[in-house]
């Protein structure tokens, strides 16, 4: 009932739709966008409650075979990277023309590494525990040129998804929800990390978003609520205020 609410909110609220929302990107927005919505569908593809629709959003993110063309059907990871790799996505988006050329030029992903990583989600037959999937996100995040430190300590938990404990999980889910609530709230695939967080009690409480400059370096006391694990919440204050560095 929950996943048929979300998949009728998403046909409704598409991000890349809203010309307003882009306007405000750079290309190093989107870059950030495209690096941390590719990770999402990573957790989304591997968790039992949602893996079809990670199978689902894959086939209709790679539905082309390439991101050579604007397509008005196609996901936001796909416009995302339509974006990133073609000059004409820069009529959709804000920044300076010097500075998104300057930001594209870092930009070099190897198309049949994201071929492979959506093509076999599609298919659901990706191996969520395969070498590749260090390789592949390493990589992402190097050829989108990921400067935030953060991000970057999200990928490192990430790719090893199938293996990361409850606070790890939990660390991950709460430091991408301050990044989507933030930044990016209309993204096709937050409202399954949202039910995620509601239905694993993946999210910590009253942790402070770095996302915003009143939030940035500061975490909440008591972050965390693990019956009689203050311990626990201890440390998860302690990681989160590293993300937020």
Same mark, same amino acid.
């Not at 894959?58 to 063309?69: P, V």
């Not at 090893?160 to 990044?179: C, G, I």
């Given at each position: 009932? &929950?996943?048929?609410? !979300?998949?009728?909110?998403?046909?409704?609220?598409?991000?890349?739709?809203?010309?307003?929302?882009?306007?405000?990107?750079?290309?190093?927005?989107?870059?950030? $966008?495209?690096?941390?919505?590719?990770?999402?569908?990573?957790?989304?593809?591997?968790?039992?409650?949602?893996?079809?629709?990670?199978?689902?959003?894959?086939?209709?993110?790679?539905?082309?075979?390439?991101?050579?063309?604007?397509?008005?059907?196609?996901?936001?990871?796909?416009?995302?990277?339509?974006?990133?790799?073609?000059?004409?996505?820069?009529?959709?988006?804000?920044?300076?023309?010097?500075?998104?050329?300057?930001?594209?030029?870092? !930009?070099?992903?190897?198309?049949?590494?994201?071929?492979?990583?959506?093509?076999?989600?599609?298919?659901?037959?990706?191996?969520?525990?395969?070498?590749?999937?260090?390789? $592949?996100?390493?990589?992402?995040?190097?050829?989108?040129?990921?400067?935030?430190?953060?991000?970057?300590?999200?990928?490192?938990?990430?790719?090893?998804?199938?293996?990361?404990?409850?606070? &790890?999980?939990?660390?991950?889910?709460?430091?991408?929800?301050?990044?989507?609530?933030?930044?990016?709230?209309?993204?096709?695939?937050?409202?399954?990390?949202?039910?995620?967080?509601?239905?694993?009690?993946?999210?910590?409480?009253?942790?402070?978003?770095?996302?915003?400059?009143?939030?940035?370096?500061?975490?909440?006391?008591?972050?965390?609520?693990?019956?009689?694990?203050?311990?626990?919440?201890?440390?998860?204050?302690?990681?989160?205020?590293?993300?937020?560095?």
């Amino acid at each position: 009932m &929950e996943l048929s609410f !979300i998949n009728k909110e998403i046909t409704e609220a598409r991000m890349f739709r809203n010309r307003a929302i882009l306007r405000k990107l750079s290309i190093e927005d989107v870059a950030n $966008f495209a690096f941390l919505n590719t990770l999402l569908l990573f957790i989304v593809y591997s968790e039992n409650d949602t893996g079809l629709a990670g199978v689902d959003y894959a086939e209709k993110t790679i539905r082309y075979n390439s991101f050579d063309h604007y397509r008005v059907s196609g996901s936001d990871l796909y416009i995302a990277y339509y974006i990133l790799f073609n000059t004409a996505g820069d009529e959709l988006i804000g920044g300076t023309p010097e500075g998104n050329a300057l930001a594209r030029s870092r !930009i070099n992903v190897p198309m049949y590494m994201l071929r492979k990583m959506f093509k076999e989600m599609a298919n659901d037959s990706l191996r969520i525990d395969s070498a590749f999937i260090q390789r $592949f996100f390493l990589m992402l995040e190097k050829k989108l040129n990921i400067k935030t430190s953060n991000y970057k300590s999200i990928r490192r938990l990430v790719q090893n998804w199938h293996k990361a404990s409850t606070p &790890e999980k939990q660390l991950v889910v709460t430091r991408m929800s301050m990044y989507f609530r933030t930044n990016a709230r209309l993204a096709e695939l937050f409202p399954y990390l949202e039910m995620l967080a509601r239905k694993r009690n993946w999210n910590i409480d009253n942790a402070n978003n770095p996302e915003t400059k009143s939030g940035m370096k500061k975490i909440a006391k008591g972050a965390l609520r693990l019956a009689g694990a203050a311990t626990a919440g201890y440390y998860l204050g302690k990681q989160i205020g590293k993300l937020a560095k």
